[in-house]
């Protein structure tokens, strides 16, 4: 049984940056794509970032595109997503989700395997 374990969120201030990690554990890393998502009160569960099994190709959301890293450490069996200039928006719980399908610009919830259970980003004004 595969399990995802989110770490890293907390309270910041605009502007400030924070990095979530998302180990993965039960089988074979290298095997998954892996996608954070994310979900604001009162709003439906959004795409923000998507890296390949081997790491060398990524998407993301136009929201986050140029201040949002996806990173994944094949050895370490974690994915990051460093986040930079954060702003109020961004405040969500943050959820990292593993796939076995195939990898495509738009990885809706739907096609995904496992979910790890959130991690919460505050971003104050």
């Known amino acids: 049984q595969v399990q995802l374990v989110e770490s890293g969120g907390g309270l910041v201030q605009a502007g400030d940056s924070l990095r979530l990690s998302c180990a993965l554990s039960?089988?074979?890393?290298?095997?998954?794509?892996l996608v954070w998502f994310r979900q604001a009160p009162g709003k439906e569960r959004e795409f923000v970032a998507a890296?390949?099994?081997?790491?060398?190709?990524?998407y993301y959301a136009d929201s986050v595109k140029g201040r949002f890293t996806i990173l994944r450490d094949n050895a370490k069996n974690t994915v990051y997503l460093q986040m930079n200039s954060l702003k109020p928006e961004d405040t969500a719980v943050y959820y990292c989700?593993?796939?076995?399908?195939?990898?495509?610009?738009?990885?809706?919830?739907?096609?995904?395997?496992?979910w790890g259970k959130g991690t919460l980003v505050t971003v104050s004004p």
């Open positions: 989700a593993a796939s076995i399908g195939i990898f495509r610009r738009t990885m809706s919830p739907g096609s995904m395997d496992y």
């Open positions: 039960g089988r074979t890393f290298s095997n998954y794509i």
């Open positions: 890296i390949n099994r081997s790491g060398g190709s990524t």
